[in-house]
């Protein structure tokens, strides 16, 4: 095998020639764990029923079930398994996009500070309110302000260089990690701190059916808006100058990116707190399975993500009788998956 046919199968993936039965599969995996996660739990509840009750809004057929298995399906579940669906394929998309702007297959979501800075809005919001609502609004606000303020120190000459970026995200991110420890320091260890760290460490349990009509549409336009630019993430990871060499307005793509994935990171955070892991482990899998082209790559991601994270949930909610945090899963989840892909993994980032 001569070495430009060995460079050829480290660049494509498992499935590089079967991409359309690949996206296939994945879409029906997508569904059958968002069903799988609506039946199980500590009321098991068939697959007629679950779709009966979601479609008795626009069918009207005769009710078949109780009142508490309504409010189980509608109430509770349904909620989680959107939330998961939408934050699942939302950080892995931005693992994805990120990684091809910044040409580092070790970045992820959380690179520019935003989920620092979403932590500590939460975290300051703990302390001073009560109220949900409060809550999310500065957790999301926060995480705005994090990643503005990075770009703002990253900028020179009205040119953003990507280590510039890189070095800020960490500065900044450093800055609000410090601020939220200093929040649990001082909050009430009784009743304060015990919230501020559930928070952090993550749970799907937060989600509820207004969280989805808010914030659900501002991730899946930012998701939709990554996937219509995606060929041109290929060309920002060629390298600045060879991406304007070929007529691409590269401080346009990376405000585009940059704005986009804070948008879906700052909802995912207010929505279900800090998950770990997805945005950095699942396009490392997508590209064992597709190739290093974001234009196969970023659609898979997204489904992929949202697999992941709907399952990780169903683990966490059904495991054992108090539900485990969803961050603590996909470390826990994630780290040993990481250390195997780096292991076993042939495939160029």
Same mark, same amino acid.
């Given at each position: 095998?001569?070495?430009?046919?060995?460079?050829?199968?480290?660049?494509?993936?498992?499935?590089?020639?079967?991409?359309?039965?690949?996206? *296939?599969? !994945?879409?029906?995996? +997508?569904?059958?764990?968002?069903?799988?996660?609506?039946?199980?739990?500590?009321? %098991?509840?068939?697959?007629? &029923?679950?779709?009966?009750?979601?479609?008795?809004?626009?069918?009207?057929?005769?009710? &078949?079930?109780?009142?508490? *298995?309504?409010?189980?399906?509608?109430?509770?579940?349904?909620?989680?398994?959107?939330?998961?669906?939408?934050?699942?394929?939302?950080?892995?998309?931005?693992?994805?996009?990120?990684?091809?702007?910044?040409?580092?297959?070790?970045?992820?979501?959380?690179?520019?500070?935003?989920?620092?800075?979403?932590?500590?809005?939460?975290?300051?919001?703990?302390?001073?309110?009560?109220?949900?609502?409060?809550?999310?609004?500065?957790?999301?606000?926060?995480? !705005?302000?994090?990643?503005?303020? +990075?770009? %703002?120190?990253?900028?020179?000459?009205?040119? +953003?260089?990507?280590?510039? !970026?890189?070095?800020?995200?960490?500065? *900044?991110?450093?800055?609000?990690?410090?601020? @939220?420890?200093?929040?649990?320091?001082?909050?009430?260890?009784?009743?304060?701190?015990?919230?501020?760290?559930?928070?952090?460490?993550?749970?799907?349990?937060?989600?509820?059916?207004?969280?989805?009509?808010?914030?659900?549409?501002?991730?899946?336009?930012?998701?939709?808006?990554?996937?219509?630019?995606?060929?041109?993430?290929?060309?920002?990871?060629?390298?600045?100058?060879?991406?304007?060499?070929?007529?691409?307005?590269?401080?346009?793509?990376?405000?585009?990116?940059?704005?986009?994935?804070?948008?879906?990171?700052?909802?995912? *955070? +207010?929505?279900?707190?800090?998950?770990?892991?997805?945005?950095?482990?699942?396009?490392?899998?997508?590209?064992?399975?597709?190739?290093?082209?974001?234009?196969?790559?970023?659609?898979?991601?997204?489904?992929?993500?949202?697999?992941?994270?709907?399952?990780?949930?169903?683990?966490?909610?059904?495991? @054992?009788?108090?539900?485990?945090?969803?961050?603590?899963?996909?470390?826990?989840?994630?780290?040993?998956?990481?250390?195997?892909?780096?292991?076993?993994?042939?495939?160029?980032?």
């Amino acid at each position: 095998m001569s070495i430009d046919e060995r460079h050829d199968r480290k660049s494509s993936g498992l499935f590089a020639d079967n991409i359309p039965v690949l996206i *296939v599969v !994945l879409i029906a995996l +997508t569904i059958g764990s968002a069903v799988l996660s609506l039946m199980i739990g500590r009321y %098991w509840i068939d697959p007629g &029923t679950i779709f009966s009750i979601i479609l008795h809004p626009i069918i009207h057929s005769e009710k &078949t079930w109780t009142p508490t *298995v309504e409010t189980v399906i509608m109430d509770v579940r349904l909620p989680r398994v959107i939330a998961g669906l939408l934050v699942g394929s939302g950080l892995a998309i931005c693992g994805a996009a990120y990684q091809g702007l910044f040409r580092n297959p070790l970045v992820s979501s959380e690179i520019l500070g935003v989920s620092s800075g979403a932590g500590f809005g939460a975290a300051i919001a703990i302390i001073l309110s009560e109220l949900m609502l409060v809550i999310q609004v500065s957790s999301f606000i926060f995480g !705005l302000i994090a990643v503005g303020l +990075t770009y %703002w120190i990253a900028r020179v000459n009205r040119q +953003t260089p990507i280590l510039m !970026l890189i070095l800020s995200g960490i500065v *900044v991110g450093s800055l609000f990690t410090a601020m @939220t420890s200093i929040c649990k320091y001082v909050a009430d260890p009784m009743n304060k701190m015990p919230t501020i760290i559930f928070w952090l460490l993550g749970s799907l349990n937060h989600a509820t059916g207004y969280d989805i009509l808010v914030l659900g549409p501002v991730i899946f336009i930012c998701i939709i808006l990554l996937l219509l630019i995606r060929w041109r993430i290929n060309l920002i990871s060629m390298g600045d100058e060879d991406a304007k060499a070929l007529g691409v307005n590269t401080e346009h793509i990376k405000i585009i990116i940059i704005l986009t994935t804070t948008l879906i990171t700052a909802a995912s *955070v +207010t929505m279900c707190g800090l998950v770990g892991w997805i945005g950095l482990v699942i396009p490392h899998i997508g590209r064992i399975l597709v190739g290093p082209d974001n234009r196969h790559l970023l659609p898979v991601t997204v489904l992929i993500g949202a697999i992941f994270l709907v399952m990780v949930d169903t683990i966490a909610r059904t495991l @054992t009788s108090a539900e485990i945090p969803i961050g603590l899963l996909t470390a826990a989840i994630g780290a040993p998956l990481f250390a195997i892909l780096i292991r076993v993994s042939r495939i160029g980032w």
